[in-house]
């Protein structure tokens, strides 16, 4: 079972108290390839052994959970 990174977690989280956008790589198993995601994150939770982030993606408008797993090079974005 591939872990959550710590350093990660701990950009998603601060992303999260200062309620600030966040962009991350995430690896879609459905699509199988990576794409740069936009996001504005609503909470962290954790189900059956995963780190899953609750967020609005912006290029959607649409609220989805990401596995923080799947997720690479997180970066809190100035945008409000």
Same mark, same amino acid.
């Given at each position: 079972?591939? =872990?959550?990174?710590? =350093? ?9 108290? /200062?309620? &600030?956008?966040?962009?991350? +790589?995430?690896?879609?198993? /459905? ?26 993606? /912006?290029? &959607? +408008?649409?609220?989805? +959970? ?6 690479? =090079?997180? &970066?809190?974005? +100035? &945008? /409000?």
């Amino acid at each position: 079972v591939p =872990q959550a990174d710590a =350093q990660l977690l701990s950009t998603l989280g601060d992303a999260l108290f /200062a309620r &600030k956008r966040v962009t991350f +790589n995430y690896h879609s198993m /459905a699509a199988d390839r990576v794409a740069t995601r936009a996001v504005e994150p609503y909470g962290l939770f954790f189900v059956s052994g995963y780190w899953y982030l609750a967020a609005r993606d /912006a290029d &959607k +408008n649409a609220m989805r +959970n990401f596995r923080v797993s799947r997720m690479t =090079q997180a &970066k809190i974005i +100035n &945008k /409000a």
